[in-house]
């Protein structure tokens, strides 16, 4: 059983026998209109990803005005994630290929499969960066509704990246007044660039009130760059020329909001979601597997970031491939990765960032626990 010892600012289970009661006979399988089950997918360049969730009605209202909402609430229930590398063969002319058609499409029925057997209730599919660029992603969304009868919608880079902040919003610490968020995706790379506001009125179901500033979107994923670069991806050339390439097509975002002098004066916090950040993580903790729990809201400091990057890149590929923390067919990816990431750290040197294992899936949750709650 969790408790506010294990986790930062979150309230006991047993603070509500009531709802806990409730709470046991949901958890079995019971699903009314009292007890909804709500469902996200996230399309990315790289993976297909689902996530379900069921939904206690009477202690969601109760607790989501607070700062902090009861995790009695809701509870994930359910979740799927598959490599379909979607934006394969994308850089060459700005088309899905057949095969990541077909592979997306198979990942997305899995999807299906899952959502009709949790009887959802409220979904929302989106897919991202590949579907955004390509020619032809209107393809992929109409067979997903012709064969699926999945409606996906392909969302704007604002729109993700304001879907991945709505997704990390609860690690965000209140007490520091600026933020920068950033998402290391297969396609792009989102960065947010957010005011603190905690004397703001409340928003249900969001745990830190905040105001977007500014964000950009930049065309260096991890799965672009790898296919890009092909068999050098992992060279230490390679590395620094992304490194370099993404720092400077940072620093001029940072120096239009001059926030680099909120860095000296130690006004600005950053949180870093996607793969990369979380497998970097999970190495500097030494896991033996790759474990959400320890991982989600961690710290690293930039020095580790670099540390840590150097690390892999040396590393002999077979070794980095076996990696447990780092998964099948992720080796590569993660060292691209690990560039982009050391260039969004030159750009924005703050001492250490917060680790997010969360970002649009979560986001589009979110939205829908504040639908229902209305």
């Known amino acids: 059983m969790v408790s506010s010892q294990q986790i930062e600012g979150v309230t006991t289970l047993t603070e509500d026998e009531n709802i806990s009661k409730e709470w046991n006979s949901f958890e079995m399988g019971h699903c009314d209109a009292h007890h909804p089950v709500i469902a996200a997918i996230d399309l990315g360049t790289n993976s297909c990803r689902l996530l379900v969730a069921s939904v206690n009605i009477a202690s969601l209202k109760k607790t989501f005005f607070r ?13 799927f994630a598959k490599i379909v590398r979607l934006g394969e063969g994308l850089h060459k002319d700005d088309t899905l290929s057949e095969d990541a058609i077909e592979r997306s499409l198979e990942a997305l029925a899995i999807c299906k499969k899952k959502i009709d057997m949790r009887h959802v209730s409220r979904m929302r599919a989106v897919a991202t960066e590949a579907c955004r660029r390509a020619t032809n992603g209107h393809i992929l969304v109409e067979r997903a509704k012709a064969e699926l009868g999945l409606e996906i919608d392909i969302v704007t880079a604002t729109e993700e990246g304001r879907l991945a902040l709505t997704g990390c919003a609860g690690i965000l610490n209140a007490r520091i007044p600026y933020g920068i968020v950033f998402d290391i995706g297969g396609g792009s790379t989102e960065i947010i660039f957010l005011r603190i506001d905690p004397d703001g009125r409340q928003r249900p179901g969001y745990p830190i009130l905040f105001e977007v500033i500014d964000s950009i979107s930049i065309p260096y994923g991890v799965v672009t760059l790898s296919e890009v670069y092909a ?89 980095r491939a076996n990696y447990a923390c780092i998964g099948g067919g992720r080796s590569d990816l993660v060292v691209v990765g690990s560039a982009i990431l050391e260039g969004i750290c030159d750009a924005i040197p703050t001492s250490y960032l917060r680790v997010a294992d969360r970002g649009v899936r979560e986001g589009i949750l979110s939205e829908l626990l504040i639908s229902i709650s209305r």
């Open 67 to 79: 700062t902090r909402p009861n995790p009695l609430g809701w509870k994930i229930i359910d979740s």
């Open 231 to 319: 068999q050098f991806a992992s060279s230490p050339e390679i590395h620094n020329d992304i490194r370099t390439q993404v720092r400077d097509e940072i620093t001029r975002f940072v120096k239009q909001h001059d926030i680099r002098t909120l860095i000296k004066a130690e006004k600005i916090q950053m949180v870093g979601s996607s793969g990369t950040v979380t497998t970097l993580a999970a190495l500097k903790m030494g896991l033996p597997r790759y474990e959400r729990k320890r991982v989600d809201g961690a710290f690293l400091k930039l020095t580790d970031v670099h540390e840590i990057s150097k690390f892999l890149l040396d590393m002999d590929p077979d070794v």
